[in-house]
């Protein structure tokens, strides 16, 4: 099955602790992106990456770091998470040249 | 940049009337409009898209408009299901324009539909 997978799914963390939420595609997509969500504001872009070693900043990237070493896997790092990285993430990919994004099922943090 | 505007943020109907959800963009070089589904606990999914080239699109009980010169397009569901309750996101995007494929969303719209 196509599918965007996307780990742990709900997160609860203290201020400082660095953390990892992973992404993976089986679908051989070359682009891939991470989104949050926050009520009133919709989603907004953090990273995304054109192909491996390819990245780049979206709308909202302080505070967050990615890497591209694999083609199917986009990791989110949270070097030094706080409170205002409490959010709902989505990682998406796209097949390069085609509109469709598809989305993974999204990872809930929480930063206390 | 591209600023998407979505209205309305909450829609009630009845089952079997039809539901519009209207969006705005600002950027002219965007070319690709898809709208997404977001039920509770799930990512968000594709249900229909257009691109600048097309006025409209059907699927189904689904069409989607779009007025380049108004920088406008809209979501049109008919014969509306409870199962159609959800929240929906337009998005804008300039793909193949540039090195993002960067989607921007507008803020949402819940869409309750009462049995």
């Known amino acids: 099955e196509a599918q965007v997978t996307q780990n742990p799914r709900y997160l609860i963390t203290v201020t400082g602790k660095k953390l990892t939420v992973t992404c993976s595609q089986n679908m051989n997509h070359e682009y891939m992106s991470w989104y949050r969500q926050d009520p009133g504001l919709g989603l907004r872009q953090i990273y995304y990456?054109?192909?491996?070693?390819?990245?780049d900043k979206g709308d909202v990237p302080e505070g967050y770091k990615v890497s591209r070493k694999e083609k199917r896997n986009f990791p989110l790092i949270l070097e030094s998470p706080s409170p205002n990285q409490t959010s709902l993430y989505f990682c998406a990919s796209s097949l390069r040249g085609r509109g469709e994004q598809y989305f993974g099922p999204g990872t809930r943090l929480t930063v206390t | 940049g591209e600023n998407v505007e979505q209205h309305p943020s909450t829609l009630s109907v009845q089952e079997g009337d039809s539901a519009v959800i209207k969006c705005t963009y600002s950027d002219s070089a965007s070319n690709y409009f898809p709208w997404y589904k977001q039920e509770l606990g799930k990512g968000p999914q594709l249900i229909i898209d257009i691109r600048s080239n097309v006025g409209e699109k059907k699927d189904q009980r689904i069409a989607v408009t779009l007025n380049k010169t108004a920088k406008h397009f809209s979501l049109h569901i008919t014969e509306t299901q409870p199962e159609d309750s959800a929240v929906y996101f337009c998005?804008?995007?300039?793909?193949?324009?540039?090195?993002?494929?960067?989607?921007?969303f507008g803020k949402g719209t819940l869409l309750t539909v009462n049995p």
């Open positions: 998005a804008a995007s300039n793909y193949g324009g540039g090195s993002n494929y960067k989607l921007t």
């Open positions: 990456s054109m192909n491996v070693e390819v990245t």
